[in-house]
């Protein structure tokens, strides 16, 4: 070993001390520079509080696309302070301020001031300076194609029991086929062997027949056939209106693919209710006329949709006015709970800090919305048992949290252990 | 010694009459009515053979298979633009006030999705101070009520507003232009108005038409007491009370606590004044004379049953046996039978003075001058009473609506607007208001229903609903509160048609410019209210204040609330000349007394079927009126006591000046002999489905035209009566026997005496009889102690940190009023089952308030008149079917912690939480009825049928699918029960783990308090008391420590998570024994 060392050539001993610098200049470059994870925060306040008007790219949505927008803008200090309010800015008499203004066509951006921090600003300005790499153009379909293979494979799933009625239907073909070879080779035999020809009795009554001669294997045939039937009949029955995969036609074909992925608008922007109380909610119209306002689509298909909301808004396009008659979109439901089952969307999104995903899928993937998880009570079940409750931070468990960590630091609470499993959490 | 008093629901169970024991022991006491449903027409005319049924059985199953294997799709349908302040999902609570001329409350009101569902007290208020009654809780259901009007009418038809504005002005002005000045051509007849800018509005109208007048009626009047005080301390004004502050509280005849002038925030004082605990351990005595046995009564330490007519003649007994402590004058001879007793409760006041409360609810002048005159001699004012404090909740002047009768009988009315107030069905028949009200050649009703008086109006004008409307209110000199709309009016489009708020109405018919009824709150408040309280700031600081009152619901206005004084007599009056007027009181025959139910009032929500259902908390009746009469006297004249089977009752003529009606006698022990009682409120002829009855005439009878005028004011009864029997029967529909415990110990009481000495007197813990000897219910306990687990189901040492929830019910403080249980109602989508289904006990009320009566026969008290053994034991149940005791206990599912309905349900579709609640699954539950059989509480309910969609309760249920006005009061947390299954008290689980949400989503721990079941909540007098054992703080841990807390049947150990605080009676002596 200490050998292969010394034998190293001097120029691989040159290549590493070279990594070696590089890596701890980095590090050293890091102190000044914003680091990954304000990036990452910065991304998070992007997508929550700007996504919704401005892209990353060049493209306009309401307000300007920021591609390279850090260096286009005098400095960061300024588009701090644009960011915190941008009115004040203008009335300081800021000129590259009031330029940005007139060249937006005077449409006045939201003030942040109280909302964001300086701190959270900066984050953003830091997500700015670095922006991910721009995603493939295909990324939407690619999510499409990998959304009809899981359908795909799912049909397979589903329909195991046919290929059970085909291969007995092939081998029922075989046993016909055989019987009639069998009867005319003993026909022939016997015509050789001058015995009387074979009496045709019918297939039904040489089965009959059979069955008097063979009756055990009749017996162990007819268990299998009823052990079959019993377990497809309860699979079958614990599978009606369980419906995974739902994805019904909507009244305006509404491309999660788009918003949610291309455009990366985070969920909560048009879901609001998740947070607050029991229900999502499907966005009401003003929030989709915040950005459709300015947007109408690139091409045919999509002004065709955009143009439903307009519709149903109220909206003129030619008098930029909200001067139609309105009447509400009736959407098809695709997460429907029966009434006697309790759900809140807080309780497990702002509480337990889940992810939309765990229950909706990668939503960013789909066109309309379907229905990912089954929304069975196992399927409920099955989560409570597995998932840690989110305790780090909530006042509310700071005393239990405390107590058991003392009693065993290493033990998970799931939120079974909380009586999570327990009727009446959910049923009242 | 333990308690070894009886206690009895009902005569029959009493006399232990055969069907009583019968249906007592059966699990349901009736039969299934198999007969019901074989005997309906369709079934007997329907040619379906038996082999048809089998195919469609046959084919209905392959149908329902098929259809079950595809979801339904389902429509969702979200705002065009939601309105900024609601989020589905969430509550919204608006502050507000409820007056509808009778009950005052200051209220919140929680809105779902935009849809009032809810009224809760408002903690704010210093008036009601977060009470409410059944009434105010059930007035949510009103606002849904398909009998409102939808559109103005002229001449009975539907017109629009711009006609009947042109109509109607034109003929006020023809009118004003008559009547060249004098006063009264053009009349308002309202009941009592307590918003300050209703009245400022009217007072323009006034203005805009000299000739017209305001006349305030009071269906239920306080008109004689107004007078008493204008003639004794120069002003027609009612004082406030403070029941809390009084040792001693004498009411002759006034029922305070659910019915006289300010019943809620007296309810909320009296609840005070009678609460116990380690600090305090005094309460107050109250002593109560009355004829009927009315709620207040049964509540009262001492009760003693007069006759009516001589209410006034123990007024003036008790002033003269006072006057002569006090050493002032006396007058009239005072003899009544009750001397002795009088003299007694004298010297108790006098030993108390300025710590005492003398009221009369007599609405005469006389009377009231002398309950005056004692109140004065015992100190009171200033004390108990605050005159300088205006009620202004009654207003009513009798003179002045008598006067405007026999004016519009003599032609002189040409337009009478009537406002909030009902005549045709309220007034007395010696007004002949019906054929003075034919005479007026215009008449308007602002009324939002076609009730008696509006259907014979000319115009009727809707009024919004106050949940509708903006208002404001003033009910004492002060104390100003707001109302605000919690929903768009529900009648408004087109706006030409639908309702329209009163003020808005008569705003448009003063030629106001401005018509909009908010603004011209805002400006009246701003000018005559508010100045005083900012005399600087301006616009900003008014609005800064305007938001707050309206957050709050309230506003003080501190220049006038003032300290009582000790009263200014401007003019005493002659108090000989009270006592000749008192003595001449028309007394003999019977004497028919006129009361009003907790649940109807005046009847004004005679619509209402959470009220109609709601069991009276004496008779525990459902859905009727009827006569109470003493048993004994019922026996003399061979009424049936409703021994036999107990839901049927004779029907008897009763006959008062000439007039009879036909209602049935119902056995009131308490009574006073010689006198029946019957409810005001019903009878309705005009108001709706719900309160037409089965027969579509009117549930009962009107008793209102037989109210009498008596010295220029309504007098509440009628002697001279004669009642017989009709030769008819009649069901009612009474929860009274239904539930029974069969007698077990399950109130627990002591006298006060006996408490001061020992808290936990007559509250012997339970023991078995073993082979041992006696032994403690834990020692012999074959289950495990669920208490012991840990709540958080993670190690046996995790403590107490979990969730353990516990009720404590105090029986000291239960007045049985109902409250809780029309708010268990609305929270609970609870269905209304009508009076035919609570006849074969079947009621869904998943609270229910037992009221159990007992005598004052004692061991001792036997033994020394030398009974036998069994008389004594019958004999204790008996005698004072004249005078009982009475006591409340209201019983909710008990939450066991070791169920015995938990182990006996085959799908295990009840089963117990880990926070001590036991749950039920109704998606789970296949109805076998095991658990119902097997709880020893019998507080589990069946549903019999879809009350939601079943036609047979199209008219009662709101929760109706086709009724779409009705379903908006749902609570859409709580699931609407299907036919089939058990449900039962879940605790308000739906407010548990919403307050756990809430404290989790504001990373704090669960304060005591921040989670009310409804019942809790809704308590006036705090009685239940709802909360976390675990926690140290919270009350309820601290009163399960007192020695007064026991548990209900403890003996069966079932360790329930509800338990009871034994009552306190302010008795002198121990009848216990």
């Known amino acids: ?428 | 010694m333990a308690n070894q008093k009886k206690y009895w629901k009902g005569l029959e169970e009493l006399h232990e009459s055969p069907s009583f024991v019968k249906s007592r022991d059966k699990e349901f006491a009736k039969e299934v009515p198999i007969e019901e449903f074989l005997g309906r027409e369709s079934i007997t005319t329907n040619n379906t053979s038996r082999r048809d049924f089998l195919k469609y059985l046959g084919f209905t199953v392959a149908a329902a298979s098929l259809a079950a294997c595809e979801a339904p799709v389902v429509k969702t349908i979200p705002y065009v633009i939601k309105p900024e302040e609601v989020t589905p999902g969430i509550d919204n609570w608006y502050a507000s006030t409820f007056f509808n001329g009778e009950d005052y409350c200051s209220v919140l009101i929680k809105t779902r999705d935009g849809r009032p569902i809810k009224i809760e007290g408002n903690a704010n208020s210093t008036v009601t101070k977060g009470a409410a009654n059944a009434r105010v809780h059930a007035s949510v259901l009103s606002l849904y009520d398909n009998f409102r009007l939808k559109a103005p009418h002229a001449q009975g038809k539907p017109s629009t507003w711009d006609t009947v504005d042109k109509e109607i002005g034109a003929k006020l002005a023809s009118a004003a232009a008559k009547g060249e000045g004098a006063k009264g051509n053009i009349a308002i007849l309202s009941s009592t108005i307590i918003s300050p800018s209703t009245n400022k509005i009217i007072a323009g109208f006034i203005e805009k038409y000299p000739t017209a007048k305001h006349v305030t009626y009071d269906a239920v009047s306080c008109s004689g007491m107004r007078k008493a005080n204008e003639l004794y301390f120069g002003k027609a004004t009612i004082p406030s009370y403070s029941f809390d502050k009084a040792n001693v509280i004498v009411s002759i005849a006034a029922d305070f606590l659910t019915n006289w002038i300010s019943p809620i925030e007296y309810a909320k004082q009296y609840g005070e004044g009678r609460r116990l605990s380690k600090e305090k351990q005094e309460m107050s005595r109250h002593i109560q004379f009355e004829s009927i046995m009315s709620v207040t009564g049964a509540n009262a330490d001492m009760r003693v049953p007069i006759k009516p007519s001589e209410e006034g003649a123990v007024a003036l007994g008790l002033h003269n046996a006072i006057a002569k402590l006090a050493g002032t004058a006396t007058a009239g001879s005072g003899a009544t039978p009750y001397d002795a007793l009088i003299s007694k409760v004298a010297a108790e006041l006098w030993a108390n003075k300025g710590k005492s409360l003398v009221v009369a609810s007599a609405n005469d002048i006389s009377v009231q001058s002398v309950v005056n005159m004692i109140n004065k001699n015992l100190g009171n004012y200033g004390a108990t009473i605050n005159i300088d404090r205006e009620c202004k909740l009654r207003q009513g002047n009798d003179e002045e609506v008598a006067a405007l009768v026999k004016d519009m009988k003599d032609g002189k009315v040409e337009v009478l607007i009537t406002y909030n107030t009902n005549p045709a069905y309220t007034a007395s028949a010696a007004l002949g208001f019906k054929e003075a009200y034919a005479k007026v050649p215009c008449k308007v009703s602002l009324s939002s229903t076609h009730d008696e008086t509006a259907l014979s109006a000319d115009y009727n004008c809707p009024d919004n609903h106050y949940l509708e409307s903006w208002n404001d209110a003033n009910p004492y000199s002060g104390a100003f509160s707001l109302a605000q709309p919690a929903i768009s009016p529900l009648f408004c489009k087109p706006r030409n048609e639908g309702t329209r708020s009163a003020q808005e109405t008569l705003l448009k018919w003063s030629g106001s410019d401005n018509t909009d009824h908010y603004s011209f709150i805002q400006n009246h408040w701003k000018k005559e209210l508010l100045p005083e309280q900012s005399d600087e700031g301006g616009d900003y600081q008014f609005i800064n204040l305007w938001n707050t009152t309206l957050q709050s619901g309230i506003f003080e206005k501190t220049s006038e609330i003032v300290a009582g004084t000790a009263g200014n007599e401007t003019n005493a009056p002659s108090l000989s000349d009270a006592a000749t007027k008192i003595a001449a009181a028309a007394k003999g025959g019977i004497e028919v007394v006129f009361y009003q139910k907790t649940s109807m009032g005046s009847g004004i929500q005679a619509n209402n079927p959470w009220l109609q259902e709601l069991p009276d908390p004496i008779s525990k009746v459902t859905w009727d009126n009827y006569i109470t009469m003493n048993p004994a006297e019922m026996k003399d004249k061979g009424f049936s006591l409703l021994e036999e089977d107990n839901h049927v009752a004779s029907v008897a003529t009763l006959k008062v000046n000439g007039s009879t009606i036909e209602l049935p006698v119902f056995p009131q022990p308490g009574q006073a002999r010689g006198t029946v009682g019957v409810a005001l409120g019903y009878g309705r002829t005009s108001a709706g489905k719900v309160a037409a009855g089965n027969d579509g005439k009117g549930i009962g009878a009107n008793v209102f035209p037989w109210i009498q005028w008596t010295n220029n004011t309504f007098q509440y009864y009628a002697a001279g009566a004669e009642i017989t029997s009709a030769n008819k029967t009649y069901e009612i529909g009474a929860t009274q026997t239904h539930n029974t415990m069969i007698g077990r110990p399950i109130i627990k009481e002591a006298t006060l005496e006996e408490y001061k000495k020992d808290h936990g007197a007559r509250n012997e813990k339970e023991q078995i009889k073993t082979l041992d000897g006696m032994k403690d219910l834990k020692d012999v306990n074959l289950w495990d102690d669920y208490d012991k687990k840990s709540p958080v189901n993670l190690t046996n040492n995790a403590g107490n940190l979990g969730l353990r929830w516990k009720m404590a019910v105090d029986l000291n403080s239960c007045i049985g009023c109902g409250s809780c249980v029309v708010s268990c109602s609305a929270e609970n989508n609870v269905p209304v089952v009508g009076k035919d289904e609570v006849i074969l006990v079947r009621e869904m009320h998943w609270i229910r308030i037992d009221r159990y009566y007992s005598t004052d026969l004692t061991m001792k008290k036997a033994e020394e008149d030398d009974m036998t053994m069994s008389n004594r034991q019958y004999g204790m149940m008996l005698p004072s079917a004249d005078n009982p005791e009475v006591a409340f206990q209201p019983v909710m599912c008990q939450h066991c912690n070791h169920a015995p309905c938990e182990t006996v349900c085959p799908v295990i579709a009840t089963s117990h939480g880990s926070e001590g609640i036991n749950q039920m699954v109704y998606n789970r539950c296949v109805g076998t009825k095991y658990c119902a059989n097997n709880c020893p509480y019998k507080v589990r309910r069946f549903n019999w049928f879809n009350y939601y969609r079943d036609e047979k309760f199209l008219n009662i249920n709101p929760a109706q699918e086709s009724n779409d006005l009705g379903r908006m009061v749902l609570n859409p947390d709580v699931v609407v029960r299907s036919r089939g299954v058990m449900e039962k008290c879940s605790f308000c689980l739906q407010r548990i783990q919403g307050g756990k949400l809430k404290a989790k989503m504001e990373s704090r721990t669960i304060k005591d308090g921040d989670i009310k079941p409804a019942c809790a909540q809704s308590c006036p007098t705090d009685a239940l008391v709802f909360g976390n054992v675990n926690d140290p703080d919270s009350r309820v841990a601290k009163l399960i420590e007192d020695e007064r807390m026991y548990l209900l049947i403890a003996d069966l150990d079932t360790q329930p998570n509800v338990f009871y605080m034994t009552k306190i009676r302010n008795n002198e002596k121990a009848i216990l024994e």
């Open chain 1, 1 to 428: 070993m200490n050998k292969l060392i010394t034998k190293l050539p001097k120029s691989l001993a040159a290549f590493l001390a070279f990594v070696f610098t590089l890596v701890f200049t980095t590090i050293t470059y890091a102190g000044d520079a914003p680091s990954a994870g304000n990036i990452a925060e910065g991304q998070k306040i992007f997508k929550a509080n700007c996504a919704a008007c401005h892209s990353l790219g060049a493209n306009k949505v309401v307000g300007p696309g920021l591609q390279g927008v850090i260096d286009r803008v005098p400095s960061q200090d300024w588009m701090l302070s644009w960011i915190k309010n941008n009115n004040a800015l203008r009335k300081s008499g800021d000129a590259y301020a009031n330029k940005v203004f007139t060249d937006n066509n005077g449409a006045a951006m939201t003030v942040f001031d109280g909302q964001l921090t300086d701190d959270q600003i900066k984050n953003v300005i830091a997500f700015l300076a670095h922006p991910p790499a721009p995603e493939t153009a295909g990324g939407g379909d690619q999510g499409a194609k990998t959304g009809s293979a899981q359908t795909a494979e799912n049909s397979n799933d589903e329909h195991p029991g046919m290929i059970l009625l085909l291969i007995i239907g092939v081998l029922f073909i075989i046993i016909v086929v055989l019987r009639t070879v069998r009867r005319s080779l003993l026909s022939l035999s016997n015509e050789k062997k001058g015995l009387p020809p074979l009496e045709d009795i019918g297939l039904w009554k040489e089965t009959v027949k059979w069955i008097k001669t063979h009756k055990v294997h009749f017996a162990v045939i007819n268990i299998f056939v009823v052990v079959v039937f019993v377990v497809y009949g309860w699979e079958y029955l614990w599978g009606i209106n369980v419906t995974p995969g739902y994805q019904p036609s909507q009244p305006i074909n509404f491309r999660h693919d788009i918003h949610a992925g291309k455009n990366g608008i985070a969920c909560i922007y048009c879901h609001s209710g998740a947070e607050k109380g029991k229900v999502a909610g499907i966005p009401t119209l003003n929030v989709c006329m915040n950005c459709h306002r300015g947007i109408q689509g690139s091409n045919p298909e999509f002004q065709k949709e955009i143009a439903k909301i307009y519709d149903a808004v109220g909206w003129d396009p030619n008098k930029a006015d909200y001067t139609n008659p309105k009447h509400p979109i009736k959407w098809n439901r695709v997460h429907a709970l029966p009434d006697f089952a309790y759900f809140n969307h807080s309780q497990h999104v702002s509480v337990g800090k889940l992810d939309c995903k765990n229950c909706h899928g990668d939503v960013a993937t789909f066109t309309t919305d379907k229905q990912f998880a089954t929304l069975t009570m196992g399927w409920c079940l099955d989560c409570h048992r597995a998932t840690p409750v989110h305790m780090d931070g909530n006042g509310y468990y700071t005393k239990l949290h405390d107590v058991l960590m003392k009693q065993d630091s290493t033990r998970k609470i799931t939120e079974a252990d909380m009586g999570g499993l327990e009727c009446g959490k959910c049923h009242y």
